[in-house]
Each structure stands twice: as structure tokens, then as C-alpha cells.
T-cell receptor
Framework: DAKTTQPNSMESNEEEPVHLPCNHS???????IHWYRQLPSQGPEYVIH???SNVNNRMASLAIAEDRKSSTLILHRATLRDAAVYYC???????????????FGKGTKLSVIP | GAGVSQTPSNKVTEKGKYVELRCDPI?????LYWYRQSLGQGPEFLIY????????DSGLPNDRFFAVRPEGSVSTLKIQRTERGDSAVYLC??????????????FGPGTRLTVL
């Protein structure tokens, strides 16, 4: 599976936008970019995913570079509840049973300052 | 509706003992996954079930670990002869698989296993 690189930690002020970067320079043409987050003492939860075009949902936006070698998760207004570890994960639907597992790295720990 | 539930939430055992961890997936979800998370690390894949069968058990670390899902719903992760290195949070997730590996996995809160 292609590897992702994320900063270990980031800080944001409450109610300000947050841009969480992810580098995936070895991404294949069929890899989907998924983001999950894990709040303290909870299991991970799905945030958003995309293939080539930018995506928006009620939680966040995903901006994908034109060459797909990087992406950015955007939280439009950070709240204290957004303090979590954010994971950027690549999934290849053509890798058989292995396409179903999520391969987590260490993620980015986001701290939100009141 | 109800999410994924896992029992117990915490389990303390002694080295060499046998433990069972239970996962109740979201109703109707055919896919079920087990992951293990050590302190400061991201979750690591252990095993994936599609229905009753294990479609991918490549993440199980050794033959002390075994998982079943006999009726295609509840799953049990079984660990024999526990070792201190097995201490971790064991996470279960379920999903409705969609073509193209774009399924959303819904995680339970995990079982924290401590082996003394």
C-alpha cells in the first residue's frame, strides 16, 4: 500500500479554520484518500473520502492536489470537540481482500485552544 | 440506531490466561473487522470477516490469536496463553462493503486488555 506522511501534531484556536496536510507521493491512480479521526478514549470515526475531486460534507472538506500527491483536510471552524488524532489513509479497491482493511499511520494530533 | 458495541470495556488478566473479547456489529453489516491499538500508535489490522468467513486474517500476529463469527453477526476474538505484549486496546468495526473499497467502517469503543 502507498504510504502517507502527516505532521505529528498541530494546534488551532477555537472557531478558526484548520488545514491538516497529508503527503502521499507514491499514490496509485486507483487509491482513494480516506480520513478518519479518533477522539480521546474512543474508536476512530469516518470523516471524509475522495478520489480526484475536492469533496465537502457536514464535517469537513477534502482538497486534493491536481497531481494527487498530497491532500488537505479542512475543518472550517474548529471546536473543542474536534481535538483528536486525524488519520489520512489510502485504499486501493483493486487489491483484493486487502482493500478492505484500513492501514493507519500515527496521524496528526490536533489540539484546539479555547 | 445502535452503534458497534464491545464487551468488556476493560479486561485485566494474568500472563498465560485465556481471554475472549466480544463485538456486536451494527445490525445488517456484513463486514466485520478487528484491529489492535498499542499506546501512541494507530490501530493495526488483525482480521476481516465477510459474513461468517474470515476473508483476510493476515494481521493476526501468531496462532495464539483466533476469531470467530459463527452466525455472521457477533464476533469473538480469542487470545490463548496471553503475554504482556498483548496488552492493547482491541477495536472492532463493521461496515456494509461497497464496490471500490469506499465503505465506511464504524468502530466500537474498544476493549482495553491489560496482561499482568
Amino acid at each position: 500500500d502507498a504510504k502517507t506522511t502527516q505532521p505529528n501534531s498541530m494546534e488551532s484556536n477555537e472557531e478558526e479554520p484548520v488545514h491538516l496536510p497529508c503527503n502521499h507521493s507514491t499514490i496509485s491512480g486507483t487509491d482513494y484518500i480516506h480520513w478518519y479521526r479518533q477522539l480521546p478514549s474512543q474508536g476512530p470515526e469516518y470523516v471524509i473520502h475522495g478520489l480526484t475531486s475536492n469533496v465537502n460534507n457536514r464535517m469537513a472538506s477534502l482538497a486534493i492536489a491536481e497531481d494527487r500527491k498530497s491532500s488537505t483536510l479542512i475543518l472550517h471552524r474548529a471546536t473543542l470537540r474536534d481535538a483528536a488524532v486525524y488519520y489520512c489513509i489510502l485504499r486501493d479497491p483493486y487489491s483484493g481482500a486487502g482493500s478492505y482493511q484500513l492501514t493507519f499511520g500515527k496521524g496528526t494530533k490536533l489540539s484546539v485552544i479555547p | 440506531g445502535a452503534g458497534v458495541s464491545q464487551t468488556p470495556s476493560n479486561k485485566v488478566t494474568e500472563k498465560g490466561k485465556y481471554v475472549e473479547l466480544r463485538c456486536d456489529p451494527i445490525s445488517g453489516h456484513t463486514a466485520l473487522y478487528w484491529y489492535r491499538q498499542s499506546l501512541g500508535q494507530g490501530p493495526e489490522f488483525l482480521i476481516y470477516f465477510q459474513g461468517t468467513g474470515a476473508a483476510d486474517d493476515s494481521g493476526l500476529p501468531n496462532d495464539r490469536f483466533f476469531a470467530v463469527r459463527p452466525e455472521g453477526s457477533v464476533s469473538t476474538l480469542k487470545i490463548q496463553r496471553t503475554e504482556r505484549g498483548d496488552s492493547a486496546v482491541y477495536l472492532c468495526a463493521s461496515s456494509r462493503p461497497s464496490l471500490g473499497a469506499t465503505d465506511t467502517q464504524y468502530f466500537g469503543p474498544g476493549t482495553r486488555l491489560t496482561v499482568l
